[in-house]
């Protein structure tokens, strides 16, 4: 005997079921857009959101993207104005809240953010990162980190400006290293409540009028013997300076070079191959300039060290190493064997530090390499920075020198001392 189906039943006509409006399948199709849009930004940078990667991510035809979009930039000034401001900014927030506060515990959403980063938080330093390469997106971003800073100085009249600036490049230089650091790396908690409590101390904050000379960085010269690679290994670092590791093609190699490239193949097989050599040479470069050069240092002379370093990261005549530097650190981001040479890299060069501090104190190690980690993620967030912003550049300095100094006497130096005096 048939079964009548009951008055509930979801087996209705076509014609009976709800109809979906215009404006709500819209709504549909851009929320496809704009989360298809995050993932892939978040994974592969301004320069992987090529509409038709997009829609492809999102399962749809290329014709929404194109009605909607003329390009990636779009798409990326689209994804700042409606979500990655707001958590860029929050991002910022917090870890001023917990800077701010003598007895705070950096918040686990803080600390989550900072080890691995949310689509939305990678997504907005991806765009920070890049922003000064799209002359649309580069006045939005531009902006709103000039007046997150003015915010900063404005609430805080009792600190330095410089020290408000630490506010912003430390918690954006953490997320940017994220992808390119060694997983022994210590845990960010430690080290930032010696940093906070370092950077809240008046006798650091009260430090007024130091000077010093920038220093002055090139783009690093290869020497490997072979004449014709070093030639391609600065073409590629140059050449990635400019425009960025993904655009980074073939013939602009060859043309900065002076050859052809069909010649680069009876060095080196591949662009890839090229960008190992030049993280190589970067990784070098930023070893004797900003870590095994300043451990032989008195207490004036690390501080002198820190200003100098400073006002070189910022000064525009060293613009194309700082390029470089945030080029190569986005490189690493977006491919798993750059990030991997660079987290060899890494780790090799930190253990000369770590392994004597080891053995004057094992329970310092971890402290120690948690500062230099916290180093290079500020040294690569104020650049980030300053590519965008010019309001670093007449800062003075003289209070980030002496939390620095303080730091690094804490978690390293002195184990050092306490071991040569053994």
Known sequence: MPQTKS?????????????????????????????????LLAANGVDGLALTKI??????????????????????????????RDQFQQLVREFDNFASSPDAEPSDWLLKELETPSDLTAGALEVVAVARRFPLLVDSVRNDVDSLFHQ???EHPELPPSICSLRLTVPVGCVLTSRSVPKSRPAWRSILLRFRDSALDPANLNQRGRTATPVEFSIPLPDTGDAGLDEFVAAVMEVVARVGFEKTTAHRVARAAGHSFSSAYTHVGTKDEL????????????????????????????????????????TEANRPIRQLRIETTMAMRH????????RKRTATSLALITDAVEKADPAASDEAAAYWYLTAANGIG?????????????????????????????????????????
Not at 280 to 286: F, W
């Open 335 to 342: 491919h798993k064997d750059l990030s991997d040479a660079g």
């Open 55 to 84: 829609a492809a991510n999102a399962g749809m035809s290329n014709g929404p993207l194109y009605g909607r979009y003329d390009s990636a930039e779009d798409v990326a000034l689209e994804l700042w104005d409606e979500k990655l």
């Open 275 to 314: 960008m190992h050599m030049a993280i190589g040479q970067m990784m070098a470069q930023i070893w004797k300039t900003g870590t095994a050069s300043f451990l032989a240092l008195d207490a004036e002379g690390y501080k002198n060290a820190i200003l100098a370093l400073q006002l070189g990261l910022l």
């Open 152 to 154: 900063l100085c404005a």
């Open 7 to 39: 008055k509930g039943s979801f087996d209705q006509p076509a014609n009976d079921r709800p109809r979906v409006s215009r404006a709500q399948k819209t709504r549909e199709v851009q929320t496809a857009i704009t989360n298809s849009a995050l993932e």
């Open 382 to 422: 104020s650049v980030s920075l300053s590519l965008l912003t010019t309001e670093f550049r007449d800062l003075d300095w003289s209070s980030v020198a002496a939390v620095a100094y303080e730091l690094a006497f804490e978690t390293t130096l002195a184990p050092l001392q306490k071991l040569a005096k053994a």
